[in-house]
Nanobody, 126 residues
Framework: QVHLVESGGGSIQAGGSLTVSCKAS?????????MAWFRQAPGKEREGIAG???????TYADSVKGRFTISIDNAKKTLNLEMNSLKPEDTAMYYC???????????????????WGQGTQVTVSS
């Protein structure tokens, strides 16, 4: 079992920057696991926005490419998402996800992921 806890959300004006983090605990493995960030805006489906696989291959959704940067600190078992040039449409609950097994490549299908955090809210005002 892997337990994920997100932090770092908040309110910010458009154009600003914010970093959210996800701390993993439990059976987190000595090897690399796959992790990703998803978000869900009110009234919308949860969408994958950035993921990193066991070989450090990174995938971004088009909506955040060039503005968001995902990174992982294996020693601290922490996944980060640096968000720049934030827009009001980035307002959402941001969730961290992890896969039970090692992986090559990332899928943003919700069912592909085994563990989820409770989320952290990001609100971007115009």
């Amino acid at each position: 079992q892997v337990h994920l806890v997100e932090s770092g959300g908040g309110s910010i004006q458009a154009g600003g920057s914010l970093t959210v983090s996800c701390k993993a605990s439990g059976n987190t493995y000595n090897n690399r696991v796959c992790m990703a960030w998803f978000r869900q805006a009110p009234g919308k489906e949860r969408e994958g926005i950035a993921g990193i696989d066991s070989h450090d291959y990174i995938t971004y959704a088009d909506s955040v490419k060039g503005r968001f940067t995902i990174s992982i600190d294996n020693a601290k078992k922490t996944l980060n998402l640096e968000m720049n040039s934030l827009k009001p449409e980035d307002t959402a609950m941001y969730y961290c996800a992890a896969k039970r097994d090692l992986c090559a490549g990332i899928s943003f299908r919700l069912s592909w992921w085994n563990f989820w955090g409770q989320g952290t809210q990001v609100t971007v005002s115009s």
